[in-house]
């Protein structure tokens, strides 16, 4: 006789932020299932070679309004033990569903982050990031412009926050590989 299948639930979670299906363009949209889609391919896929060694992966939606206390609805998640979960959630919701200790023992994939800081100083042993962090990103980029031998940049830097660590980063990037800055402005 054949042994039942066993079941892997998998949780994707996701908030709804406002303001965030940003577009890049009036060409190009988000559109509102950017990440699930991917989830949603890779939990068929996972399951077509699951079925030959008897293991069914199951994957749950989660949608928190926005606002919502994701440390609560984690804890109500993670009743019955550890779960993998697929996190599209801001850095700070982010923290706050990696430090519920019901979830020490879960396994989670941050999709969404690219903060150097969460992968340093705010590094947490059960989130694995999928994306390349800000700090990677700007190491490729001066990686390329060195070896194209475009190692004098001009560097335009924004008014936020956001701006300021990234130029930063950008600075980082060109001592490390070579590059030298050679004027910088920002703007309103």
Excluded at 115 to 132: G, K, Y
Excluded at 135 to 145: K, P
């Amino acid at each position: 006789a054949a042994a039942a299948a066993r079941t892997f639930p998998i949780v994707f979670l996701r908030e709804a932020y406002p303001g965030s299906g940003i577009m890049p363009s009036l060409l190009e949209t988000h559109p509102d299932d950017l990440g699930l889609a991917g989830a949603r391919e890779a939990a068929y896929e996972i399951n077509t070679t699951g079925k030959f060694l008897g293991w069914n992966f199951k994957l749950y939606v989660v949608t928190l309004p926005a606002g919502a206390d994701v440390a609560a609805r984690a804890r109500q998640m993670l009743t019955g033990g550890p779960e993998v979960i697929v996190a599209d959630l801001r850095a700070d919701d982010l923290l706050k569903l990696a430090d519920v200790p019901a979830a020490k023992d879960s396994l989670i994939l941050d999709i969404r982050t690219i903060e150097d800081s969460l992968r340093q100083q705010q590094c947490r042993a059960n989130v694995f990031h999928i994306l390349p962090s800000q700090a990677m990103r700007t190491d490729a980029l001066a990686q390329f412009l060195v070896e194209k031998r475009w190692t004098r940049w001009f560097l335009l830097q924004g008014p936020t926050k956001e701006d300021a660590v990234y130029a930063a980063d950008v600075r980082r990037s060109a001592v490390r590989f070579g590059a030298r800055i050679v004027a910088a402005r920002s703007y309103d």
